[in-house]
């Protein structure tokens, strides 16, 4: 590999530590970059995120090779550099693409009609989400989300983000809300619509602590499970 590939791979390793061992300096993965290409992060299934992630930074670091060796040698830059790259995006591109394709195939081979989901997520950066003075705002955005999902078609269950609805507490082995409210309660005053739900709410424990709760609401603003 020599001096180059030295180079490169140090790139790719010092950049997934940093992603992996530090998440307060880089909280989402470079790998998040690529959410509107689904056919690049098929192969995660494989190599998980860190995989894409590497990926990218090879292309990274690939590209600062190439760029760095023309400026200095105009008539001899590593362009086997680009070439072993776009041979790997090509690979994964592929990869991508049959996956998708069969897991198409084995979806339409299923008898009966599928659930039609609506997965919301309003543009809140997690940190202002958990911001009590922000919180009406929210769900106001939240609740008009499912209200332009409506529009669009028949929804069999709409699904929120983890950190959009309120924090509740563990008491009795049931949940409630901070000042003792009722869950059916909370949802009524909180939800426009009587659709089925799936939501979640950061639930204060009673043996201490907190943890993330999913809750699935049915139609009549009650709790089904979590």
Request: charged share 20%; proline share 4%; glycine share 12%.
């Amino acid at each position: 590999l020599g001096r180059r590939g030295a180079q490169v791979l140090s790139f790719v390793a010092v950049g997934l530590a940093v992603e992996g061992f530090f998440p307060t300096v880089f909280p989402v993965l470079f790998a998040s970059t690529q959410h509107w290409r689904p056919e690049v992060w098929q192969s995660a299934e494989i190599f998980g995120g860190a995989g894409v992630s590497a990926l990218i930074l090879l292309v990274n670091g690939a590209f600062f090779v190439v760029v760095d060796s023309f400026l200095k040698d105009r008539k001899n830059p590593e362009w086997r550099w680009a070439a072993a790259v776009l041979v790997l995006l090509a690979a994964n591109e592929q990869y991508g693409r049959t996956r998708l394709a069969q897991v198409s195939a084995e979806l339409a081979s299923r008898p009966g009609p599928g659930l039609r989901l609506a997965v919301l997520q309003g543009a809140l950066g997690v940190y202002e989400k958990r911001r009590e003075d922000v919180f009406f705002r929210n769900l106001a955005v939240h609740n008009g989300l499912i209200e332009e999902a409506r529009k669009l078609g028949p929804v069999d269950l709409i699904v929120w983000p983890e950190t959009t609805w309120r924090p509740l507490v563990e008491k009795g082995g049931t949940l409630e809300g901070p000042n003792g409210e009722t869950l059916e309660r909370l949802l009524s005053g909180d939800l426009r619509v009587h659709d089925k739900m799936l939501l979640g709410s950061l639930v204060s424990a009673e043996t201490g602590g907190r943890y993330n709760a999913a809750l699935l609401i049915g139609e009549t603003r009650r709790l089904l499970g979590s």
